[in-house]
């Protein structure tokens, strides 16, 4: 019953390497984003080897582009040390981390990712290519409000003594960091209360100092290293026409408006904080703000702009100095003389009682006794 054989045919079938990645997102991120500048997006990407061996593949950034096609640079990090040799049908999801510039002009920007197997292979169009998927994001950067006031402690500092009466200088820097053009207006605060009991004021104005004003002035560059200040124009919130590179004092409603300020930009400003002649002598505060033309972040305008200026309240767009009014304050306490009358030539001793219920020292003081408006006598202490 054993069988013949005539004849017999040796058939070899080799089954090459086929590879093939494919690459997507997880399905609640998308790959359609909206974000602000400076945001930071965790991106899960899952990584599949739709080829019939393993593969030691690897992921990439490509490019990142604005809409007109130029190419950006981003900070976007893919780990690729932690990237493994898949097996057939295995898969692998790790996540790129997206760090949206500080500084971005608002838009939509294309972010493409590349996945390569660890050798070439025909692609559909029978190029030999070790790319296997390409992964496409498009992000939408949003308009973004952040108007931000700060003082150079090379050039100025927010802690001052002076005195009654005195007018007292602080340079700030106003920086449009939005991403589009913004037109800022400049306010000033103050507080109520006394001791422990301080609280700030979240309407604009001089509260209780009413014999104070804040007035502003603009740096503005002569020369390399020359700057000058000048004063803000004086109109009507009603005109036709503003200087497009000069601040404004609106008078009738009382409003210090900045020029237009181009994204990322920033202008020199001085304040100016006339002391009232009658301030008492103790440390005041005064808070100075800069406000975006959109509102605050509840009104979808500036993101951190709030109302309140204590602890995580006070914001990138308020500014506290503080004046220490240090003076002496002299009064007359008594005047008598034991004589009241003596011969011509003779003179007649006067006694005078000073006190200083000021803080600070009084030096070089001057006593002057008048008679019906004519100077008499005059005396130094």
Known sequence: SYPRISDSVLLSTNVIHVYDLEAGVDPEVGTTLYVNPGEERLLPITVRNEGNGPDRYDFRL???????????????????????????????????????????????????????????????????????????????VNEFHDMRISMDSAVDNPVKTSAPGRVVTFEVNITNFGNVPDTPSLHNYTTSGSGDDIVWNTLPG???????????????????????????????????????????????????????????????????????????????????KVASMYGDAEAGGDHDDSPEWYGEFLDSNEQIVTLRLRAPNLRIVEVGAEETQAKVGESIPVRVVLANDGNTHATDIEIILCAQRKEIGRAHV
């Open 62 to 140: 490509a490019r990142v582009t604005d809409s007109s096609g130029v190419d950006v640079l981003w900070g976007i990090d893919v780990p690729r040390d932690a990237l493994q040799e898949l097996d057939r049908d295995a898969y692998q999801t790790f996540e790129v981390r997206l760090n949206v510039p500080d500084m971005v002009e608002a838009g939509a920007y294309t972010i493409v990712f590349e996945a390569y197997s660890e050798e070439a292979y025909p692609d559909d169009s029978g190029r030999e290519t070790r790319l296997r998927d390409t992964l496409v994001f498009t992000v939408n």
């Open 206 to 288: 001089m509260g209780s100092l009413a014999s104070w004003k804040v007035t502003w002035m603009q740096v503005e560059r002569l020369g390399s290293d020359v700057y000058t200040t000048v004063a803000c124009d004086e109109m009507l919130s009603t005109a036709s026409a503003f200087p497009e590179d000069r601040c404004v004092h609106l008078t009738d409603i009382n409003t210090w408006r900045m020029p237009e300020m181009d994204a990322y930009t920033t202008i020199g400003m001085v304040a100016e904080v006339h002391i009232g002649t009658d301030a008492a002598l103790i440390t005041r505060e005064v808070g100075l």
